[in-house]
């Protein structure tokens, strides 16, 4: 019951936040793959539970910069739709536009549960085609842009800051932006090219992707997530690496500890104790005992990773 309303009560204020009929535009949000804009417009996938949850977090987010910004005053227009002035295909939803006397500025929010070091591509085009839209309606004033990411589980956020309107740049997403609408009016997405990226995670579309490559031994293409994996290696040599200097200087504080059970360096306080551990010979237990041993065994399943 509970579940029904849940599920319910998500998809409808997913459908109230939508951004329009996304078959009627190329949005900045469609430049990160021109396979998937194009097959998501002629075959909308149907949202889990947890894709629709994920949107709301990015709902919930902007909420919250909003109230921020209340707090402080600050003049800005909310979900500015900006269309290009002479195709009407072209078209971006600015989360924050701040109009000055000389300038615009656009700020663009994302919620991650992963900060990246620096923007991902796909946001970097999203805010050169926004700055884009807003130069070519506005061509006497400056524009500038920034990318605010959140952490909300975290409470973290970082600023990417310094995006200027590039006017080669935006011609190169507009015509991206263009040939995903002609190929829309022409039904065949032949001429459109698949973007790798950590997106295909997430993309409804994979399954007969041409750019999901495998190897021989039926092993999948790691190529578009190479950072993360690389950075999964450190983090597991850091945490072995880790593990061992702990272990060794637990070794030599005890040994010069001696019978003393606390010490104290600068504000740190050391403090050694005695602790018991329970624990069942479950060999034994299940050489003498089987029947026991099966009854109470339980089996449950994780994933491991092994680099190989
Ligand atoms: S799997 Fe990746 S490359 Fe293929 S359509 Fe989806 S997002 Fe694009």
Redo the contacts with the bound molecule.
Sequence with gaps: MLEEIIKKGLTQLNQKGELGDRTKYVGSSDL??E??AY?SKINPPNFSDENLMVFMRGNLTEEILKKILDNQKMNYTYQKEVIHPQKQHIKAHIDFLFQGKQEFGILEVKSTKHMPDEPYDTWINQIHYQMGLVALNNPDKKVKGAVIAFDISEGNYRIFNGFVYNQSFFNELEKIADKIWNALNNNDLKDLK????F??SY?H??AD?P??LFYDDNAIDLN?ISQSVFDYIEGKNMEKEGSNIADKNKAAIKNFMRNFTIGKLEDITVKFSQKNRNSLDTKRLALEHPDIYSLYKKETSYTQIDII
């Design positions: 990160s793959c396979r998937k097959l698949p973007s790798p990226s997106l295909c993309c579309y994979r992707c750019a999901f578009p």
